[in-house]
């Protein structure tokens, strides 16, 4: 049985979409109940040992890398996780400035210098 239901109901805003999941989210019960009450299709790549493993498609893939190499950028160069925040609007304020600046160092790559927009730890100057 999935143990964590409550988070289904947060898909309730966006609908008629395909998500790509991670592994954690190849329980069927789960895959079945979005599709159900939100109408969206839950892409998760299979582990190689599934009976009828099949390749999840190269889009998603590399979308699902590009996703990862921005969430462990942010992790690692930015400290996202690291947050002596006080109260709900001083986390949100240090959330967004975090991901700003990520955005601003991968504009600055690549309209300014040419470079690729995962280069964030090269200087900018």
Known sequence: MYKNRKTI???????????IGDKGY???????N???TCNIKLD?????NQHNYRKQPYLFRKS?????TLFSQLCDQFMIRR???KSF????????SEIIALATVQYINKFIFG???NNIKISII
Request: hydrophobic fraction near 35%.
């Open 9 to 19: 109901k947060y898909f309730t805003q966006i609908g008629d979409c395909t998500l």
């Open 83 to 85: 947050n002596y925040a």
């Open 64 to 68: 699902r890398k590009r996703i990862e």
């Open 89 to 96: 609007e001083g986390f949100k304020t240090s959330v967004l």
């Open 44 to 48: 998760t790549s299979m582990r190689t």
């Open 26 to 32: 190849l329980f069927t019960e789960v895959q079945l």
């Open 34 to 36: 979005l599709f159900e």
């Open 115 to 117: 470079r690729k927009i």
